[in-house]
């Protein structure tokens, strides 16, 4: 780009009307100080927890319900208040908070929870067990009375099964005169049945279900935020509720409402036009779709990267035809070019299960009654798209250029 071109863009900046006063409070990690609607559920989530104040072990809690529900955003709400009311009264606490979706396998879930209540562990090398006994120990020694929250825990169970959710309900009994509760978010209302019954029933000593949000109830929390975010005048009240339609249009999910507005927002004072108006919710819509896949693809765990383009290349020579037998033969092939020791099939099978509840790939289940099933995988994922976005990652840049 010539620095021309790049000074026009600056003074188009500059004298454009401002949009935005609070950027900030579109983002995805704001914790806006009403949560309207979810009153039931924070009173819930706080009684749970209160017990931690009188020095007792609070219950597990398992939580579930749809993306943008408020799940993420309730229970940081009430962690982040008890951890304030917990410093001024002089309990003792640690509240640790994990996206397990986002550090991709358990051995960094451990080190995130390590490395949240003090602990030095490096970075690979130590077995699992190994890892989760220093970090009892350290809770021992400490007496640490610690509150983990497992968010997007689904996603981790469905690569990796139950074992790591084994270890830490188990852990009580290891670490007293400290204690661990739990809290496991799943965006999936059926990860219950990916739990053997022991985890299930250790883990969901409480259980909440958040409800998807109604478009009513959408409108009114944009309304909010967009109060907040936005300077006055600079938004119809129609772009509000078109954000509201399209995002409760599946279920009723706050995260694209938001998304939705900020990202129209931001094209709106591109623009220059000073209103954010209808149209640009609908190129913010389209927008959205495509990013969504992009940052889907770049956060999964580098064995799903790989089983997806297996998926993308299998498609692709066998049109419909694509099995998961051949999927893993493909993805063995691509492990061996990266020098990676291949998962075993039931490992590659949970992540096809991931991949297709992220809808980059669909998986149907075939019968051939007595000759058994298999599944049949197709990709929705492009291999252009899937290449611009794999290049940047260094592992395996390898095979898409
Ligand atoms: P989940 O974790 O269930 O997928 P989040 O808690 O991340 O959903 O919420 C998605 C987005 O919607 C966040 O930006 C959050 O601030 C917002 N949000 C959700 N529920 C409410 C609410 N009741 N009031 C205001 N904002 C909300
Ligand atoms: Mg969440």
Same mark, same amino acid.
């Given at each position: 780009m010539t620095s021309e071109s790049l000074d026009s863009i600056f003074q188009r900046a500059i004298h454009n009307t401002p949009l935005f006063k609070a950027h900030q409070a579109l983002q995805s990690d704001y914790v806006p100080d009403h949560l309207p609607f979810r009153n039931q559920q924070i009173t819930a989530v706080g009684e749970v927890l209160a017990p931690i104040l009188h020095q007792s072990r609070p219950s597990n809690l398992l939580i579930y319900g749809k993306t943008g529900?408020?799940?993420?955003?309730?229970?940081?709400?009430?962690? /982040?208040? *008890?951890?304030?009311?917990?410093?001024?009264?002089? $309990?003792?606490?640690?509240?640790? !908070?994990? /996206?397990?979706?986002?550090?991709?396998?358990? !051995?960094?879930?451990? #080190?995130e929870l390590a490395n949240g209540v003090g602990l030095k562990i490096p970075f690979t090398g130590l077995a699992l067990s190994e890892v989760l006994t220093r970090i009892q120990e350290h809770i021992k020694e400490n007496a640490l009375h610690l509150i983990f929250i497992l968010d997007e825990i689904d996603s981790l169970v469905r690569t990796f099964g139950d074992d790591l959710l084994y270890g830490l309900t188990t852990s009580s009994e290891k670490v007293t005169p400290g204690f661990i509760s739990l809290i496991g978010i799943s965006n999936d209302l059926q990860f219950k049945e990916? =739990? &053997? #019954?022991? $985890?299930l029933s250790r883990l969901s000593e409480e259980e909440l279900v958040f409800p998807p949000y109604s478009a009513e109830e959408l409108r009114s929390i944009l309304t909010d935020r967009a109060c907040v975010a936005l300077l006055p005048n600079s938004y119809t009240s129609a772009a509000i509720n078109l954000c509201a339609a399209l995002s409760g249009s599946e279920h009723g999910d706050a995260r694209r409402a938001v998304d939705l507005l900020r990202v129209a927002g931001e094209i709106a004072e591109r623009e220059g036009v000073g209103q954010l108006e209808e149209k640009h919710v609908r190129i913010a819509l389209q927008k959205i779709d495509q990013d969504r896949i992009s940052e889907a693809l770049r956060t999964l765990p580098l064995h799903a990267k790989l089983v997806l383009l297996s998926s993308i290349h299998s498609s692709r020579n066998q049109q419909s035809k694509s099995s998961s037998g051949l999927v893993y033969d493909n993805y063995a092939d691509l492990c061996k070019k990266t020098g990676l020791e291949? =998962?075993?099939?039931?490992? $590659?099978?949970?992540?096809?299960?991931? =991949?297709?509840? =992220? &809808? *980059? $790939?669909? #998986?149907t289940v075939i019968n051939y009654g007595r000759y058994g099933r298999t599944k049949r995988i197709n990709s929705q994922v492009s291999l252009e798209t899937a290449s611009k976005v794999f290049s940047d990652d260094q592992a395996i840049r390898h095979l898409v250029v």
């Open positions: 529900t408020g799940k993420t955003v309730v229970t940081r709400h009430v962690t /982040n208040r *008890l951890d304030n009311t917990c410093k001024k009264q002089h $309990v003792r606490s640690s509240f640790v !908070y994990c /996206n397990t979706r986002l550090s991709g396998t358990e !051995y960094r879930t451990l #080190a990916d =739990l &053997g #019954a022991r $985890v291949p =998962l075993t099939q039931r490992r $590659v099978s949970g992540l096809l299960t991931e =991949l297709d509840t =992220l &809808g *980059l $790939v669909t #998986a």
